[in-house]
C-alpha cells in the first residue's frame, strides 16, 4: 500500500455517492386524509375593535372604528369612533375571507434608524393582523375587497371562522370562499 491517502479518498468518495444515490429514491405517498392545521376556534364577540384600511367604493379614508357582525340582519357592518354605521356588507355579498398578516415597522423605529450610529431600530418590526373580505353586491353591482386591521389572531381567527360559516363560505386551505352554486 503505498498510497493509503488515495485509497481512503476514492472508499470515502464511493461511501458518500452510495449513499446518496440511495437517498434519491421516489418517496411514497400515503392515502391518509390531512390533519387540520389549525386547531378550532371560539366564537367571536359579536363587536371588535377595528380599523377600516380601504376598499369599498365612496370610502377611501381609513377610519377607526368597530366591526359587528350583525346576524339578525346578515351582514358585517363597520361603525366610526362615534358608533354610526359606515359600511355594510350583506353576508349574501361576502364571496371569500382570509386572515393576512404583514411585519411593519412603527413610525418611531422608521424614525430611529435614520439616527446616525443610533440604535440599530431597523430591526424592530411588529405583526398587524387583518381581516380582507372580497364582496361583490348584486343590487348595486358594486365589488370589492376590503381590508380590517384586528387586535391580534386570536381575535382575528374567532372573526374569520365566524363571519365565514354565518355567511355560509366554504374553507379551502387558509382561505374561505363562496362555491358557486
Known amino acids: ?16 455517492m452510495t449513499v446518496s444515490v440511495g437517498a434519491q429514491r421516489p418517496r411514497t405517498v400515503s392515502d391518509d386524509p390531512p390533519t387540520p392545521t389549525k386547531p378550532a376556534t371560539t366564537a367571536a364577540p359579536s363587536t371588535v375593535k377595528a380599523k377600516y384600511e380601504g376598499g ?3 370610502h377611501p379614508n381609513k377610519m377607526n372604528g ?14 366610526d369612533g362615534k358608533q354610526q354605521e359606515r359600511i355594510s356588507i350583506p353576508y349574501g355579498s361576502i364571496t371569500g375571507a382570509y386572515a393576512d398578516t404583514h411585519s411593519v ?10 439616527i446616525p450610529y443610533g440604535f440599530p431600530a431597523g430591526f424592530i418590526k411588529t405583526k398587524v393582523q387583518y ?8 343590487d348595486s353591482n ?3 375587497v376590503t381590508s ?4 391580534n389572531r386570536e381575535i382575528l381567527d374567532s372573526v ?12 379551502r386551505g387558509d382561505v374561505y370562499i363562496r362555491k358557486k352554486s
Request: proline residues 4%; positive net charge; glycine residues 6%.
Open 66 to 79: 368597530t366591526v359587528t357582525l350583525d346576524d339578525a340582519n346578515q351582514r358585517l357592518v363597520f361603525r
Open 105 to 114: 415597522r412603527p413610525g418611531a423605529a422608521t424614525v430611529a434608524s435614520n
Open 160 to 171: 374569520l371562522v365566524t363571519l365565514a360559516t354565518n355567511a355560509g363560505l366554504t374553507r
Open 142 to 144: 358594486a365589488a370589492g
Open 1 to 16: 500500500m503505498k498510497y493509503p491517502l488515495n485509497a481512503t479518498v476514492a472508499l470515502s468518495f464511493t461511501l458518500v
Open 131 to 138: 381581516l380582507t373580505v372580497q364582496f361583490n353586491d348584486p
Open 148 to 151: 380590517f386591521k384586528l387586535e
Open 56 to 58: 369599498v367604493f365612496g
